[in-house]
């Protein structure tokens, strides 16, 4: 079990997401970061899919209650269990009493925004309609379908130890998958269905400008500022299903992604689509940062899943690979 010590906001239980239910008005939901929550979980032994924590404003602290596995991934936020730094996207065990500490994330464009506390069994809280990721629009799923607040405990799935051994750790996708345009964060998307409805200087504007994620940016979606975009002509649209990773662009010509927790459906004219292996990208770019779209095929598109997938796998052999280890001391 571990105890909520920081006074927090906007942190939650996510699983890699809800799956299913668009056609019911329910959105995925899930990480942010989802190669981040299932590294830490492999690092454990646990399924790729159990949930986490997952922390998006810092610094953070749990106090361990019992003895457990955990990792730490995503975000280079200077974690320490009590004085003892950890290294990032690590792996350890905690004792009972002991209190995890994440600090400030650190500068750079690989380094992240949110961190995810990954657990033995992982968080052991009810599962909605398929998965255990809070949903904060419908307030249900997580734990008690909210944002974690001071004082909250979680179990984890697993008593004691994680069945995997710990202090072993992950290079981050970042490094091993770099993608970075003049020092920025790169993100490819393929242009959408009303791409050529929008002028030849806003076309090209979208894929040379840089983009900054304004502070009005959350698990909905990433607000953008930069150069105006606009229609040939107006255009009238129903309303819609969308999913994340959509820019769709409103009334006022500035772009707006949606994220994890993005509605169902809507109406603006879409311009692009961040293609579903980059979606971890923008999801740890910090507000206030800049990004750069790239243009990408379908045929790329499906060669970057590959690359991730490529990457996990060799998590899980590096995961495997240690247990084997342990199995023979």
Not at 276 to 288: F, K, V
């Amino acid at each position: 079990m571990i105890e909520i010590l920081s006074d927090t906001a906007l942190t939650t239980v996510q699983d890699l997401g809800r799956f299913g239910f668009l056609n019911w008005g329910v959105g995925a939901s899930g990480a942010m970061d989802p190669l981040a929550l299932a590294g830490g979980n492999l690092l454990l032994g646990n399924d790729e899919n159990a949930a986490a924590v997952e922390v998006q404003v810092f610094p953070f602290a749990v106090r361990f209650h019992v003895p457990c596995g955990f990792a730490v991934t995503g975000a280079d936020c200077a974690a320490r269990l009590d004085d003892q730094p950890l290294l990032p996207w690590w792996s350890g065990e905690a004792a009972a009493g002991q209190v995890l500490h994440l600090g400030l994330p650190a500068n750079g464009s690989w380094r992240g925004s949110r961190a995810y506390l990954c657990l033995a069994g992982g968080v052991d809280v009810p599962c909605v309609l398929g998965s255990r990721s809070t949903q904060l629009r419908g307030a249900f799923g997580g734990h008690e379908g909210r944002a974690l607040r001071q004082g909250d405990r979680l179990r984890a799935g697993l008593p004691g130890a994680g069945v995997r051994p710990t202090g072993f750790g992950l290079v981050p996708p970042a490094l091993a998958m770099p993608l970075v345009s003049e020092g920025m964060v790169a993100i490819r998307v393929l242009p959408a269905a009303e791409y050529d409805r929008f002028t030849p200087a806003s076309r090209d504007v979208f894929w040379s400008a840089a983009w900054k994620i304004t502070p009005q940016s959350d698990r909905y979606g990433y607000r953008l500022a930069g150069p105006r975009l606009d229609l040939v002509a107006p255009i009238e649209l129903r309303s819609h299903g969308i999913v994340p990773g959509v820019i769709q662009v409103p009334h006022g010509g500035q772009p707006i992604v949606q994220m994890r927790d993005a509605q169902p459906s809507g109406g603006y004219p879409k311009i692009a689509t961040v293609i579903e292996a980059d979606l971890w990208r923008l999801g740890q770019a910090p507000i206030g940062s800049r990004v750069r779209f790239l243009e990408s095929t379908w045929e790329e598109a499906l060669a970057a899943l590959d690359e991730t997938a490529r990457w996990l796998a060799k998590v899980h052999e590096l995961a495997t690979l240690q247990g084997g280890r342990a199995g023979r001391a």
